[in-house]
């Protein structure tokens, strides 16, 4: 059973940091491609960034480029988003997603993600 669970949101001031983590078991982690996704209220969800499945690619939304970095951890099955220079359109609940493919690549649409994580709250204080 593939399970991801998100963690590090909170609530916190424009110009702060977070760092979110997302657990994964059940699920051969090394060979799958990681992303976040993230959906605000009354608003579809939205691509955050992505990384393949040596680390080595990563991607990332034009609205959070030069604020977040995506990064993964093979060894410890984790993925994390450094969250710097928070502003407040950043808020939303933030989800991990990771999906199999032949070429190893990543997506940008949800849909092409088989696994979910809960989500985790983040939000961003004026």
């Known amino acids: 059973q593939v399970q991801l669970v998100e963690s590090g949101g909170g609530l916190v001031q424009a110009g702060d940091s977070l760092r979110l983590s997302c657990a994964v078991s059940?699920?051969?982690?090394?060979?799958?491609?990681l992303a976040w996704f993230r959906q605000a209220p009354g608003s579809e969800r939205e691509f955050v960034g992505a990384?393949?499945?040596?680390?080595?690619?990563?991607y990332l939304a034009d609205s959070v480029k030069g604020r977040f970095t995506i990064s993964r951890d093979n060894a410890k099955n984790t993925l994390a988003l450094q969250m710097n220079s928070l502003k407040p359109e950043d808020t939303a609940v933030y989800y991990c997603?990771?999906?199999?493919?032949?070429?190893?690549?990543?997506?940008?649409?949800?849909?092409?993600?088989?696994?979910w994580g809960q989500g985790t709250q983040v939000t961003v204080s004026s």
């Open positions: 990384i393949g499945r040596s680390g080595g690619s990563a």
């Open positions: 997603a990771i999906r199999w493919a032949l070429s190893g690549s990543v997506s940008y649409t949800p849909g092409s993600y088989r696994y």
């Open positions: 059940g699920a051969t982690f090394s060979s799958g491609a």
